[in-house]
């Protein structure tokens, strides 16, 4: 069973950072894309963005809303995904989801909130 | 960045119904296209992709269709745990898009 679990949420001051974590199980990791979205609460779904998979050197692709302050990341060794968010804003409030990119998105996990607010 | 746009913002309909819901995307996506289903509180669930396969484990009452720039998804026989709001996603071009919703409630 696939199974997708964040975790590192919490509340930041605007400008500060944070690293939420996504521990992954019940598929070959190094196989799949897997992506980051996001829901501001109250709010429609956002793609953030994702990590390839080892064919495709787990590159990265971003939203043009986070490109430069987010960076997607994988450990391989602990089946885990990271996204270290740099520089966050009000507007970075949400439900942060890890995502398996397969078929689309086909596996979510429960979500981690992030409250950026002073 | 592809604009994916969702029709009806809301739709009321009773148990037993069938509705359809219509997604256009702002140029063409091929077939590119899911279809998610999300309670509150609860995260997304993938229903349908390529515009028209089914995820496992969803019940055939869902159904999606289209090309290019036009989809749909519909329900049939509604159920009490149907009642939720669905999203559009393409996955065409990066950025990934998603339409803004449409809740489905109970008449």
């Known amino acids: 069973e696939v199974q997708l679990v964040e975790s590192g949420g919490g509340l930041v001051q605007p400008g500060g950072s944070l690293r939420l974590s996504c521990a992954a199980s019940?598929?070959?990791?190094?196989?799949?894309?897997m992506d980051w979205v996001r829901q501001a609460p109250g709010k429609g779904l956002e793609w953030v963005g994702r990590?390839?998979?080892?064919?495709?050197?787990?590159?990265?692709e971003y939203a043009a809303s986070v490109r430069g302050r987010f960076t997607v990341s994988r450990d391989t060794s602990k089946n885990s995904l990271y996204l270290q968010m740099n520089s966050l804003k009000t507007e970075d409030t949400a439900i942060y989801y890890c995502?398996?990119?397969?078929?689309?998105?086909?596996?979510w996990g429960q979500g981690t909130l992030v409250t950026v607010s002073a | 960045d592809i604009q994916m746009t969702q029709s009806p913002s809301s739709l009321s309909a009773s148990v037993g119904d069938r509705v359809t819901i219509t997604c256009r995307a702002s140029q063409g996506i091929s077939r590119a296209l899911a279809w998610f289903q999300q309670k509150p509180g609860k995260a997304p669930k993938s229903l349908i992709y390529d515009a028209s396969s089914l995820q496992s484990g969803v019940p055939s009452k869902f159904s999606g269709g289209g090309s290019g720039t036009e989809f749909t998804l519909t329900i049939s026989s509604l159920q009490p745990e149907d009642f939720a709001t669905y999203y559009c996603q393409q996955y065409d071009n990066y950025p990934y898009t998603f339409g803004q919703g449409t809740k489905l409630e109970i008449k």
């Open positions: 990590s390839a998979n080892k064919r495709k050197s787990y590159a990265t």
């Open positions: 019940g598929f070959t990791f190094s196989d799949y894309f």
């Open positions: 995502v398996r990119g397969f078929n689309s998105f086909d596996s």
